[in-house]
Each structure stands twice: as C-alpha cells, then as structure tokens.
C-alpha cells in the first residue's frame, strides 16, 4: 500500500478510536507536508483541495465523526480517497435479515 493510502488508513482508524473513546460529533483536517510534518486544524470550512494548496501540504485528509459513522476524505497530487464506517445497526439489517428462517407447522 502506498503512504497515501496507508495514512487514510490510520486516520480512519485514529476516528474509530474516538468514536469508542465517547466522541460523537467532530470534524478535523490532517495536513501532511512533503518533509513529514503535521499540522491538525479543527473545524475547517474550506475546501479540502483548497486548504491543501494554501498551506502547501502534500496530502490532506477530512475527518467527520458522526455519532458513530465516521468518514475519511483524503487529496495527494489529484488521487481521492474515502474510507466510510458503517453505523452498526445497518451491519446487523445484513447478518439478521428480516425474514423468517422457519416454516409454521
């Protein structure tokens, strides 16, 4: 996986802790520069390409925790990326369909 990718990954699993941790509503942008620093910035309404460009960093990555969804959005050198959880509720609809798995006699 290449660091692009890698990072999203970590950055989504950094949300999934904070979700288990308590947090239910935040939203942060991680800007990575070309020599490896980071800087966080909370609550940012700029666009994610264009915080990227003004402070010169080579990738970006919006973080969006929402009760317990959490959602990646990340921009390096014209790639996307998304990484989205899924609130648990809809993962149990798919394992306990809604239907019958017996027959009345």
């Known amino acids: 996986m290449d660091r692009f990718l890698d990072n999203a990954a970590r950055i989504f699993e950094g949300g999934q802790s904070a979700v288990q941790a308590g947090c239910s ?14 800087r966080m910035v909370a609550d940012s309404d700029w666009p994610l ?20 969804r959490i959602l990646v959005d990340g921009i390096s050198h014209g790639r996307r990326c998304a990484l989205q959880s899924e609130p648990p509720e809809a993962i149990f609809r798919r394992l306990l369909p809604d239907r019958r798995q017996y027959q009345l006699a």
């Open 49 to 68: 390409d264009s915080l990227a460009r003004e402070s010169g960093a080579e990738m970006a990555y919006r973080v969006s925790v929402n009760a317990s």
């Open 25 to 38: 509503t935040s939203a942060w942008t991680v800007l990575i520069a070309r020599e490896g620093g980071i």
